[in-house]
């Protein structure tokens, strides 16, 4: 399985410079020693993890572009468990930094990603046979108990 250069970089770009906007732009300063180690360890962390998948499991870095419905993907708790651990970094992150501000963007993230799960579901009911029966099997979205 072939990995889309072109595609992963350019995701990854998009994420390093995400990352930063949310970091400095609450903080309101771009010369701040801190939010640059603390960016510069998730951007080393980011690559390492990249450069060690790309090396020794290429499929692993296309897998999240596959669609499936296998009982064994360990989605057997939450539908979309990614987008739960994104607000959890995000909104852990903001509160590590005692950024307010942070919390409140990470708050707004969460809203967006709770929107674009409920947009995926709908997609991915209507173009994936037996995708109904899975979320049938699986009763929450993002926060386990509660939706």
Do not use: C
Not at 37 to 61: C, D, K, T
């Amino acid at each position: 399985m072939k990995v889309n250069m072109k595609l992963l970089l350019a995701q990854s770009a998009g994420i390093f410079a995400l990352f930063a906007l949310i970091l400095f732009v609450p903080a309101g300063n771009w010369a701040w020693p801190a939010g640059w180690v603390f960016w510069v360890l998730f951007l080393a962390f980011y690559l390492g993890v990249g450069v060690w998948l790309y090396r020794h499991n290429p499929a692993l870095l296309q897998e999240r572009t596959n669609l499936g419905t296998s009982d064994h993907q360990g989605w057997d708790r939450l539908l979309f468990p990614m987008y739960s651990a994104i607000a959890v970094f995000t909104l852990g992150t903001a509160l590590l930094l005692g950024s307010w501000y942070g919390v409140v963007l990470g708050a707004v993230v969460m809203l967006i990603l709770a929107r674009r799960a409920v947009l995926e579901e709908a997609t991915l009911r209507q173009a994936l046979p037996g995708y109904t029966d899975y979320i049938a099997q699986v009763r929450y979205r993002l926060i386990p108990r509660i939706w």
